[in-house]
């Protein structure tokens, strides 16, 4: 978990706005980001959770796990108290300088030993060498849909036999009914959680063309593409859900 200094109450839609820029990941949204995904993202911290159970299982001994778009480091907190493997280290990564500041913080407050390295980069950039678990936690949907084929064949490539890609999205469903009932049961989510009708739908505009969900076939048809051996969903609640891909 992270540190309280960490839990600044999410109001960056509750005020109507003129225009509704783009959504990106600057200093006000990494100020108050833990907030923010746990009132948005149902079973965000069970996710969370699960990943130390699923490092203990798959971090092998002198190793390299990798969290791909590590926000503020709640993942790589996670991995770092399941690795019970000697020798392994982390490389968490993400563009936002925001967010690369604030995991480093976040670290620093962490007493658990193996070393994390926080490098402020796009994941399309990063070299993956010698890795039993690399983490993609609700970011391979902010890479554009032509471009997420290649990002995996990279992680495959780079990963040991027997490692796992854990990858969590926000998926779309091809059921047009049950595309509306879901997506209309994550806004009642939201609500429930204290978001009101104008924040809800001023951020579903901002994320509109930044956000791009996909359906679970799609993703796990890639994943076989790229390589992987077994794939299939281990969590989903709504239209949120999280697989494992392993090599
Ligand atoms: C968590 N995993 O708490 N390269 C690097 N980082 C990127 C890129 C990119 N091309 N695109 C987006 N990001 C985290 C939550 S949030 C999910 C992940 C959400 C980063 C972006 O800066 C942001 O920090 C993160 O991916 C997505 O477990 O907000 O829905």
């Known amino acids: 978990m992270l540190h309280s200094e960490f839990m600044n109450k999410d109001k960056l839609y509750s005020e109507s706005l003129a225009h509704i820029a783009n959504f990106n990941f600057d200093a006000h949204v990494a100020d108050v980001f833990p907030d923010m995904i746990e009132r948005s993202v149902p ?13 203990e299982h798959y971090a092998q001994p002198d190793s390299t796990l990798y969290d791909l778009g590590c926000s503020l480091g709640a993942a790589t907190l996670s991995m770092r108290r399941g690795i019970s493997a000697d020798g392994c280290r982390i490389v968490s990564v993400d563009n936002s ?8 913080k976040a670290l620093d407050r962490d007493l658990s030993d193996p070393p994390v390295d926080v490098v402020c980069d796009d ?6 060498n010698n890795a039993s678990v690399v983490v993609l936690n609700f970011t391979l949907q902010f890479i554009p ?9 990279k992680i495959h490539n780079g990963m040991r036999p027997g490692g796992v890609l854990i990858l ?3 998926v779309r469903f091809a059921d047009e009914h049950l595309n509306h009932l879901l997506t209309d049961i994550h806004h009642n989510f939201k609500r429930a959680h204290g978001y009101s009708d104008l924040e809800v739908s001023q951020k579903r505009s901002a994320l509109e063309n930044v956000l791009i969900p996909e359906t679970i076939a799609t993703h ?17 609640c709504f239209n949120f859900m999280s697989m494992l891909a392993v090599k």
Do not use: H
């Open 43 to 55: 079973g965000y911290r069970a996710i969370i959770t699960m990943i130390e159970t699923l490092t």
């Open 168 to 170: 969590s999205e926000k």
């Open 97 to 104: 300088t925001a967010m690369t500041k604030r995991c480093r």
């Open 220 to 236: 796990r048809e890639r994943l076989m593409q790229a390589g992987f051996s077994s794939v299939d969903v281990w969590f989903q």
């Open 145 to 153: 849909p032509k471009e997420r084929a290649q990002l995996l064949e």
């Open 123 to 128: 994941i399309r950039n990063v070299k993956i």
